[in-house]
């Protein structure tokens, strides 16, 4: 009887394993969080084998392991609530010199490596529309949803799910589904981010102008790195509140909260969310280089539009990054 369990254990996980990527990156997108995405797709898996021997194959293997994802974070999501990033929570702050305070006890949105995306390598189509549906600022804004239609929006907009099919889900019309629907995407349309704006993470000119960023600020540059950003550019650092809009506004953050000398920082290029990103290391007393921060970029036409920079240094090892540069 032993021998027969881890028989069917083994073949559960065959056949389970090839969509944990996905699901990773589905229960990404509406939780906002990598480390609560991993917690879901466990608690996923866990009630996909203890109801394993009751799935009749009515739909498929995938589909059925998505309905159980989304009841798992639709629940994780009542008891959570939202993860917010600093600019959707007030103004912009006005004197970067003035100290600003860490809220850690605000749940804020975390970066996802882009290891995360679940896209088929094989298919560029996959890549560019997993790419567009893991950007930080459409997770951001789907965070102003409520649960059930940043649901609708998910399974519909993103996987395709046909209305019937969500509403299978949620024991409702197609009706209720689609009106759902038109009130998510308007609300989204509101607060999502303009798409059109931005530059491919191929294009040339953003390679360059990375580099460029990276150097300015490793040399600690500041007139260098002004003049890379756009002038309505917009910097926010979570777990910090405050958020800064402008390039003079942020160069005197960085000058005066930073204080940086040459060689006080270290620059890896990573990415997170299809977008470009730097792990930043700063100089200890020892000399040796530590993990600090996490800076994730917009990049737009002749110019850096949008900087989200993370302070949990927990990131690194999830992102792969080592633990010294």
């Known amino acids: 009887m032993a021998n027969n369990t881890a028989t069917q254990e083994r073949e559960f996980e065959e056949l389970v394993d090839p969509y944990r990527r996905e699901l990773l990156a589905h229960c990404y997108r509406m939780l906002g969080s990598v480390h609560d995405a991993e917690d879901l797709v466990q608690e996923t898996y866990l009630r996909a084998w203890r109801s394993y021997g009751r799935f009749e194959g009515r739909s498929s293997l995938r589909t059925w392991l998505y309905k159980i994802a989304t009841n798992a974070c639709l629940t994780a999501i009542e008891q959570r609530g939202m993860r917010p990033m600093p600019t959707g929570l007030g103004g912009p702050t006005d004197e970067p010199e003035r100290p600003v305070v860490a809220t850690p006890e605000v749940p804020w949105l975390e970066p996802a490596p882009d290891g995360l995306l679940g896209a088929d390598p094989a298919d560029p189509a996959s890549i560019v529309a997993a790419r567009e549906s893991t950007r930080l600022a459409f997770v951001a804004a789907l965070q102003h949803l409520p649960a059930r239609q940043r649901v609708t929006l998910i399974l519909r907009d993103v996987l395709k799910w046909r209305a019937a099919e969500v509403a299978d889900l949620f024991g409702t019309s197609t009706a209720a589904v689609n009106s759902a629907l038109q009130r998510a995407r308007a609300q989204l349309a ?6 059109d704006r931005l530059v491919e993470p191929t294009d040339p000119e ?71 990103a730097y792990a930043v290391y700063k100089r200890g007393g020892d000399g040796a280089y530590r993990p600090f921060q996490i800076q994730v970029f917009d990049i737009a036409r002749g110019g850096i539009q949008h900087a989200s920079v993370f302070f949990d240094t927990r990131l690194f090892a999830f992102f792969g990054l080592p633990e010294t540069a």
């Open 206 to 276: 953003q390679r360059d102008l990375l580099e460029r960023y990276a150097k300015a600020f490793e040399e600690s540059d500041i007139d260098g790195l002004v003049e890379l950003f756009k002038q309505d550019a917009v910097w926010e650092m979570p777990p910090y509140p405050e958020w800064f809009v402008g390039p003079e506004r942020i160069a005197r953050l960085i000058r005066s909260k930073c204080g940086p000398e040459p060689a006080t920082f270290r620059l890896l290029p990573t990415g997170a969310n299809g977008q470009p």
């Open 190 to 195: 509101e607060v999502g981010p303009q798409r």
